[in-house]
Nanobody, 115 residues
Framework: QVQLVESGGGLVQPGGSLRLSCAAS????????MRWYRQAPGKQRELVAV???????HYADSVKGRFTISRDNAKNTVYLQMNSLKPEDTAVYYC?????????WGQGTQVTVSS
């Protein structure tokens, strides 16, 4: 019902910035809770940021103050602005859409922070 297409990953130096995008189609985007997760090699998937239909946002302690989640309901797109990137931010980042029992995932986009 919902298809998610992610973009914006890449290689960046420590201290740099990237903006990830997740474009949704196939359903009413505005009623879904949107989340960004990440998974680094050898580690469990980690919840990074949350955006609710009511406008609330939440962040993992590890990214608080550096990352910002936002959404443009008119464009069916959620963003993750990542600033002051650190090597430990290196991971595959996934977009997730949830509405009750409905649960959809993007394909993931690689973010590598390295000098």
């Amino acid at each position: 019902q919902v298809q998610l297409v992610e973009s914006g990953g890449g290689l960046v130096q420590p201290g740099g910035s990237l903006r990830l995008s997740c474009a949704a189609s196939g359903s009413i985007f505005s009623i879904y809770t949107m989340r960004w997760y990440r998974q680094a090699p050898g580690k469990q998937r980690e919840l990074v940021a949350v955006s609710t239909p009511g406008g609330s946002t939440h962040y993992a302690d590890s990214v608080k103050g550096r990352f910002t989640i936002s959404r443009d309901n008119a464009k069916n797109t959620v963003y993750l602005q990542m600033n002051s990137l650190k090597p430990e931010d290196t991971a595959v980042y996934y977009c997730n859409a949830r509405l009750m029992v409905d649960n959809y995932w993007g394909q993931g986009t690689q973010v590598t922070v390295s000098s």
